[in-house]
């Protein structure tokens, strides 16, 4: 699949496999067809290199994460962008939708965590600092529990409910560009700088 002109720093698939979308140093968002390969549509750019994409659980919304500080929420069945969310101080480096698809929560390198109203456009929470610039998100199976890692190697497990950290570690190894939870939510895996991958347990 060719079509963007800088590096692309993210892809996601939509929940039923259809789309493909991705997030370039170029600015722009594309989404594309994964059987053929061709591009659908380049939905448009952001004043900066856009970091990472994330469709709703429903399918229905795709949201991309900025250096220009903003998230942008597009209509997927329309092919067109409906809001733009704006309160970090600096750029967005994740983004992921709640399980309900009603939520998006944002990191950014203003060591901020922020949880927005997706139809009402607003921040409904923050939460944080962060010890270190944020890059990796996840959110566990049952929706409750937040994940995120960052540049200097730190690991934390937040609770959305109350916004604070249950768990916390500073790993060895920095650069913690990635982070996903095992199937059995019990532990986390890091993609680091350091050209290695890291199993944390959760509470131990």
């Known amino acids: 699949m060719k079509g963007h002109?800088?590096?692309?720093d993210g892809v996601a698939f939509s929940p039923d496999g259809k789309l493909l979308a991705s997030a370039s140093?170029?600015?722009?968002?594309?989404?594309?067809n994964p059987a053929?390969?061709?591009?659908?549509?380049?939905?448009?750019s952001h004043a900066g290199s856009v970091y990472s994409v994330a469709f709703s659980p429903d399918g229905k919304l795709l949201a991309s994460a900025s250096g220009d500080k903003t998230v942008k929420?597009?209509?997927?069945?329309?092919?067109?962008?409906?809001?733009q969310l704006k309160g970090h101080d600096d750029p967005?480096?994740?983004?992921?939708?709640?399980?309900?698809?009603?939520?998006?929560?944002s990191i950014s390198q203003d060591h901020s965590i922020r949880v927005w109203d997706v139809a009402e456009g607003k921040e409904k929470k923050k939460f944080g600092p962060t010890e270190d610039d944020p890059y990796g998100i996840a959110l566990s199976k049952d929706g409750k529990t937040l994940a995120t890692s960052g540049y200097a190697g730190w690991v934390k497990i937040w609770d959305l409910d109350t916004g604070k950290p249950s768990f916390s570690r500073k790993l060895k190894s920095f650069?913690?560009?990635?982070?996903?939870?095992?199937?059995?939510?019990?532990?986390?895996?890091?993609g680091h700088d350091t050209k290695s991958i890291h199993l944390t347990p959760i509470g131990k």
């Open 92 to 105: 967005v480096t994740g983004i992921v939708f709640t399980a309900d698809s009603k939520g998006l929560i």
């Open 25 to 32: 140093a170029d600015k722009s968002v594309r989404l594309w």
């Open 175 to 190: 650069g913690a560009y990635c982070i996903v939870f095992t199937p059995d939510g019990k532990a986390v895996l890091t």
């Open 73 to 83: 929420i597009f209509d997927v069945a329309g092919l067109k962008e409906i809001k």
């Open 36 to 44: 053929d390969g061709k591009e659908v549509k380049n939905l448009g």
């Open 5 to 8: 002109t800088g590096i692309v």
